[in-house]
Nanobody, 115 residues
Framework: VQLQASGGGLVQAGGSLRLSCAAS????????MAWFRQPPGKEREFVAT????????QYANSVKERFSISTDNAKNTAYLQMNSLQPEDTAIYYC?????????WGQGTLVTVSS
């Protein structure tokens, strides 16, 4: 399984971005997909997760009401819609997929929010 994250970039505070995470490889049927982020000089942190079947979601308190995670199962792709972005959202964003006992990670995409 390979995960390719895209959609990062530079945006002004208050703006929006949508990240995509496309999966390729063998038959793809994860139990869940998630987004994590690592701000400059800080530890990696959880952002959001979604069950592949049923679509149940969970969010970090810091992004609730601003970010939305979704999937297009036919395209083996997860998305992270990010609205009302703030400078503290600046980070490398990583997507993950959980298949059985394994978590697969993508390469990360950089989001920079200017004030």
């Amino acid at each position: 399984v390979q995960l390719q994250a895209s959609g990062g970039g530079l945006v002004q505070a208050g703006g929006s971005l949508r990240l995509s995470c496309a999966a390729s490889g063998r038959s793809f049927s994860p139990s869940a997909m998630a987004w994590f982020r690592q701000p400059p000089g800080k530890e990696r942190e959880f952002v959001a997760t979604i069950r592949w079947s049923g679509g149940r979601t969970q969010y970090a308190n810091s992004v609730k009401e601003r970010f939305s995670i979704s999937t297009d199962n036919a395209k083996n792709t997860a998305y992270l819609q990010m609205n009302s972005l703030q400078p503290e959202d600046t980070a490398i964003y990583y997507c993950t997929a959980t298949l059985g006992a394994f978590d697969y990670w993508g390469q990360g995409t950089l989001v920079t929010v200017s004030s």
